[in-house]
């Protein structure tokens, strides 16, 4: 019998372990899940055995091995996110925690969602995290996620990730094994969607965060409406650019910002801040929306919110950068966009539903062969070729 323990957060309603759980606990033997002591985790169904472990401090690495010396499972996997299990220092001291894994008798498996390209880390790159009065050397950064991915890939079994270009980057700047590294896509949800329509708003979804380049977008849709104001016949003068999403600590610094360039704009009945979402107020947004816009200043992880927006079959624009041109064909199932050129891709579209409907034909496809499922299927194969079975 082959005992999984998956080490991971839980929350929010979209995150990716909570899809995959539901689905891997139908692939294995025995899923025991550690995820954090967040109440709302206990209420969760379906997910296999659901064990809430540690906290998001620098406990949470005792509290897991010792979770682990009494559950004894054939293989652990761990989650990683940069922020997923605390701070600043959870994150230096993360590498410790597959490494004394492997002293509990279990083989490690480590799903990594994000990769960062050292060729990247400079000073605007510091500043798209932390602000312009950050004063963290960018030579401190490159060393940190060297040790960083160095240390989880050398005592790892297998890593996973989720596109080529992140495999590309952890093979060809740190050094690990490429024979070590497994792609494996994002997953996506398969979901009942005879209610979809296109109505006149564009949707993004996600944190409101400086990496994410939103001033580009709100500068774009600005010219956009600009443009065709005075033509009362245009169509595009009904769409509205919704921005669904909550803010992260420490980068309160970027709605601020965002919301006071709206408001000098005179846009605000143009330009629509949701704030946090539940999950049913973000299936209603996803299902109606006329399009998806999936902004970036830097790519270095799979997008979470192109997943969800390939579960509903929906057509994207997304950042000409990084994954998004893996991950995209552009005008076939999304289309990509040169991050100063918003208005003439939302004016490309806004009055061509005709190619909006075959670009959501194409990611239909896509949606079919990323059901979580199938993924859940592959990763169940993964832990038999880590344990030679």
Same mark, same amino acid.
């Given at each position: 019998?082959?005992?999984?323990?998956?080490?991971?957060?839980?929350?929010?309603?979209?995150?990716?372990?909570?899809?995959?759980?539901?689905?891997?606990?139908?692939?294995?033997?025995?899923?025991?899940?550690?995820?954090?002591?967040?109440?709302?985790?206990?209420?969760?169904?379906?997910?296999?055995?659901?064990?809430?472990?540690?906290?998001?401090?620098?406990?949470?690495?005792?509290?897991?091995?010792?979770?682990?010396?009494?559950?004894?499972?054939?293989?652990?996997?761990?989650?990683?996110?940069?922020?997923?299990?605390?701070?600043?220092?959870?994150?230096?001291?993360?590498?410790?925690?597959?490494?004394?894994?492997?002293?509990?008798?279990?083989?490690?498996?480590?799903?990594?969602?994000?990769?960062?390209?050292?060729?990247?880390?400079?000073?605007?790159?510091?500043?798209?995290?932390?602000?312009?009065?950050?004063?963290?050397?960018?030579?401190?950064?490159?060393?940190?996620?060297?040790?960083?991915?160095?240390?989880?890939?050398?005592?790892?079994?297998?890593?996973?990730?989720?596109?080529?270009?992140?495999?590309?980057?952890?093979?060809?700047?740190?050094?690990?094994?490429?024979?070590?590294?497994?792609?494996?896509?994002?997953?996506?949800?398969?979901?009942?969607?005879?209610?979809?329509?296109?109505?006149? !708003?564009?949707?993004?979804?996600? !944190?409101?965060?400086?990496?994410?380049?939103?001033?580009?977008?709100?500068?774009?849709?600005?010219?956009?409406?600009?443009?065709?104001?005075?033509?009362?016949?245009?169509?595009?003068?009904?769409?509205?650019?919704?921005?669904?999403?909550?803010?992260?600590?420490?980068?309160?610094?970027?709605?601020?910002?965002?919301?006071?360039?709206?408001?000098?704009?005179?846009?605000?009945?143009?330009?629509?801040?949701?704030?946090?979402?539940?999950?049913?107020?973000?299936?209603?947004?996803?299902?109606?929306?006329?399009?998806?816009?999936?902004?970036?200043?830097?790519?270095?992880?799979?997008?979470?919110?192109?997943?969800?927006?390939?579960? !509903?079959?929906?057509?994207?624009?997304?950042?000409?950068?990084?994954?998004?041109?893996?991950?995209?064909?552009?005008?076939?199932?999304?289309?990509?966009?040169?991050?100063?050129?918003?208005?003439?891709?939302?004016?490309?579209?806004?009055?061509?539903?005709?190619?909006?409907?075959?670009?959501?034909?194409?990611?239909?496809?896509?949606?079919?062969?990323?059901?979580?499922?199938?993924?859940?299927?592959?990763?169940?194969?993964?832990?038999?070729?880590?344990?030679?079975?």
């Amino acid at each position: 019998m082959i005992k999984v323990v998956l080490v991971s957060s839980l929350q929010p309603d979209t995150n990716y372990s909570q899809y995959l759980c539901r689905d891997l606990s139908k692939e294995v033997n025995k899923l025991l899940v550690y995820t954090d002591k967040n109440p709302k985790n206990e209420k969760l169904s379906g997910c296999g055995e659901v064990k809430l472990v540690w906290d998001k401090n620098l406990l949470f690495i005792p509290q897991i091995i010792k979770q682990l010396w009494k559950d004894k499972p054939n293989i652990v996997h761990f989650q990683h996110e940069m922020n997923m299990y605390g701070g600043l220092m959870t994150a230096v001291t993360f590498p410790i925690l597959p490494t004394l894994a492997r002293l509990t008798g279990a083989m490690v498996v480590t799903t990594v969602h994000g990769v960062v390209d050292p060729k990247l880390v400079d000073s605007s790159f510091v500043s798209l995290f932390k602000g312009d009065k950050s004063k963290i050397p960018p030579f401190v950064l490159k060393l940190f996620f060297s040790y960083l991915y160095r240390g989880i890939g050398f005592f790892s079994d297998k890593l996973i990730v989720h596109t080529n270009l992140l495999k590309d980057v952890l093979v060809e700047s740190y050094g690990i094994n490429r024979n070590k590294v497994i792609v494996v896509a994002h997953g996506v949800s398969k979901l009942n969607l005879k209610d979809l329509r296109n109505d006149k !708003y564009f949707l993004y979804f996600g !944190y409101i965060v400086k990496r994410k380049g939103l001033e580009s977008v709100v500068e774009g849709f600005k010219e956009f409406i600009a443009k065709n104001k005075n033509d009362k016949e245009s169509k595009k003068n009904d769409f509205k650019l919704v921005l669904a999403g909550g803010v992260i600590k420490g980068q309160e610094f970027a709605s601020e910002e965002l919301k006071e360039f709206v408001k000098e704009n005179k846009l605000e009945d143009k330009v629509i801040f949701t704030g946090f979402l539940d999950g049913k107020s973000i299936d209603e947004y996803f299902r109606h929306a006329y399009a998806i816009v999936i902004p970036s200043v830097i790519s270095i992880a799979a997008s979470g919110p192109l997943a969800l927006a390939i579960s !509903y079959e929906k057509c994207v624009l997304a950042s000409r950068i990084g994954n998004f041109k893996e991950e995209i064909e552009d005008g076939v199932d999304g289309i990509l966009v040169e991050n100063d050129k918003w208005d003439e891709a939302f004016s490309e579209i806004a009055e061509d539903l005709e190619k909006v409907k075959k670009i959501e034909r194409n990611v239909h496809k896509k949606a079919e062969e990323r059901q979580w499922g199938k993924i859940a299927k592959v990763h169940s194969e993964i832990y038999t070729q880590v344990l030679g079975l």
